[in-house]
């Protein structure tokens, strides 16, 4: 079983390294290494199915190991492990010289179907640790979508572009989402399997964040580099 659990892991980090993104942009002439947000570049400069096709799979790479590891009853730390793991092969991918996305879709698409496997088989109120995630992921979301799609004198085509000025509730929403998971799961008594896998996402979203391409950001000198930590841990970006 410890030979099958590694295996799981493994093949969970391989799986979250898959660079499905940049083959499909490679596919359409674009290179989207070189843009800041493959996620949106994919959306606007390839297309809005392969964009949607973009965020299924980053969301699939959080859910398949961990069905697998459920639907093949391996044990709840296997299968916490290479939820982390499919986590980090998504942000630290092999195929991608170690420098991949942020975590946020994958992140989600992990505690999705952890909890939803643990509520339909040993822990009935696992899925109030889901719940208590998506409400400030969807209050950041809305706050930063509704008056984009909202604003007048655009066509529907504009109202469905992905872009515009840098969000502050987005970014700020996901990371009370991230925090809210560990501690609500701690609350409700789940698992601690479950608990520190949670707290794990969190602590590595949090690291992503303030580690991606800092260098370069730093070299700028536009600010301090205390205010760049700060916003690149509340707005995931170093200057508003």
Do not use: C
């Given at each position: 079983?410890?030979?099958?659990?590694?295996?799981?892991?493994?093949?969970?980090?391989?799986?979250g390294s898959?660079?499905?993104?940049?083959?499909?942009?490679?596919?359409?002439?674009?290179?989207?290494?070189?843009?800041?947000?493959?996620?949106?570049?994919?959306?606007?400069?390839?297309?809005?199915?392969?964009?949607?096709?973009?965020?299924?799979?980053?969301?699939?790479?959080?859910?398949?190991?961990?069905?697998?590891?459920?639907?093949?009853?391996?044990?709840?730390?296997?299968i916490a492990?290479?939820?982390?793991?499919?986590?980090?092969?998504?942000?630290?991918?092999?195929?991608?010289?170690?420098?991949?996305?942020k975590g946020?879709?994958?992140?989600?698409?992990?505690?999705?179907?952890?909890?939803?496997?643990?509520?339909?088989?040993?822990?009935?109120?696992?899925?109030?640790?889901?719940?208590?995630?998506?409400?400030?992921?969807?209050?950041?979301?809305?706050?930063?979508?509704?008056?984009?799609?909202?604003?007048?004198?655009?066509?529907?085509?504009?109202?469905?572009?992905?872009?515009?000025?840098?969000?502050?509730?987005?970014?700020?929403?996901?990371?009370?989402?991230?925090?809210?998971?560990?501690?609500?799961?701690?609350?409700?008594?789940?698992?601690?399997?479950?608990?520190?896998?949670?707290?794990?996402?969190?602590?590595?979203?949090?690291?992503?964040?303030?580690?991606?391409?800092?260098?370069?950001?730093?070299?700028?000198?536009?600010?301090?580099?205390?205010?760049?930590?700060?916003?690149?841990?509340?707005?995931?970006?170093?200057?508003?």
């Amino acid at each position: 079983m410890l030979l099958a659990s590694g295996l799981l892991i493994v093949g969970a980090y391989l799986f979250g390294s898959f660079p499905y993104m940049l083959l499909l942009g490679k596919a359409r002439g674009i290179d989207l290494s070189q843009e800041p947000d493959s996620h949106q570049a994919l959306w606007s400069k390839v297309g809005r199915l392969e964009g949607i096709s973009g965020v299924l799979v980053d969301i699939l790479k959080g859910v398949i190991p961990i069905a697998v590891g459920f639907l093949l009853n391996f044990e709840l730390a296997a299968i916490a492990a290479a939820g982390v793991a499919a986590l980090i092969g998504q942000m630290w991918p092999v195929f991608e010289k170690f420098d991949g996305e942020k975590g946020n879709t994958t992140g989600a698409g992990m505690i999705l179907t952890f909890t939803m496997f643990l509520t339909a088989t040993t822990s009935p109120l696992a899925y109030w640790v889901f719940i208590l995630t998506i409400i400030p992921a969807l209050t950041g979301f809305f706050i930063r979508t509704i008056p984009r799609f909202m604003s007048p004198g655009q066509t529907m085509d504009e109202r469905l572009k992905l872009g515009g000025p840098a969000s502050n509730s987005l970014p700020l929403g996901m990371l009370v989402a991230f925090a809210v998971a560990p501690l609500s799961s701690w609350l409700l008594n789940q698992p601690v399997e479950m608990t520190v896998a949670l707290l794990a996402l969190f602590i590595l979203i949090v690291l992503r964040r303030l580690t991606a391409n800092l260098g370069t950001d730093l070299k700028e000198h536009r600010t301090s580099t205390g205010s760049i930590l700060l916003n690149r841990f509340l707005y995931d970006r170093s200057h508003l």
